[in-house]
């Protein structure tokens, strides 16, 4: 029950934004009594919570299944990018915005990053090493400035102008340019 009530809040949540969707809402779908949902998740936070961390969890998983099973870092790009977008594509740019109200998952969030952070140097390093980043990049300062650049694009409501599709792709390809070897540069060019 636990796992049909998050997979419906989180698609609920993705396609209105979670402000849109009341517990009430929530129970209604799935034909239970709101109070059967109250003995489960306390409130609303709670919910959403345990449906990003549970997203996260399996993202985790699926980057780790993409990572052993491409050949290099810019299959992975690649694979991860398609993914992202269609991501995108099914979400309310309105969810994202919502997400800045709830004090206990934008913890988490910010958790989630710094521990990305030093996988993101990890595999920009592996990208030097099979030639498609440069050697010359300090690659624990670009992985601050994209950070502060999603934020820039949260803060800012960037989504609202542009769509996230678009946002990702100047984000992937422009920036990451910067960061190829004539190599990556030539092979992110196949990409586009």
């Known amino acids: 029950m636990r796992q049909r009530i998050l997979k419906t809040a989180m698609t609920a949540f993705a ?4 402000k849109a969707v009341k517990m009430d ?4 779908q799935l034909s239970i009594s709101k109070r059967t949902l109250y003995e489960i998740f306390q409130n609303k936070e709670q919910l959403l ?33 398609k993914i992202k977008v269609q991501e995108f594509k099914m979400t309310n740019p309105v969810f994202y915005s919502d997400l800045s109200k709830y004090p206990l998952v934008l913890d988490y969030l910010n958790n989630e990053n710094q521990k990305v952070h ?3 140097v990890q595999f920009m390093e592996r990208g030097v090493k099979e030639g498609y980043f440069r050697k010359d990049v300090d690659y624990n300062l670009t992985s601050r400035m994209f950070d502060a650049l ?9 989504y609202k102008a542009y769509s996230i599709e678009d946002i990702f792709k100047y984000i992937v390809f422009v920036s990451l340019r910067g960061l190829c070897t004539r ?10």
Do not use: P
């Open 150 to 158: 999603e934020k820039f694009i949260m803060r800012e409501e960037l």
């Open 49 to 81: 919570y345990e449906g990003v961390r549970l997203y996260h969890q399996q993202k985790k998983q699926q980057m780790e299944l993409i990572g052993l099973t491409s050949k290099n870092v810019m299959e992975i790009i690649l694979r991860v990018y």
């Open 183 to 192: 190599k990556g540069v030539m092979t992110l060019e196949t990409f586009e």
């Open 118 to 120: 030093s996988k993101y």
């Open 15 to 18: 396609e209105k934004g979670i």
């Open 25 to 28: 809402d929530v129970a209604a």
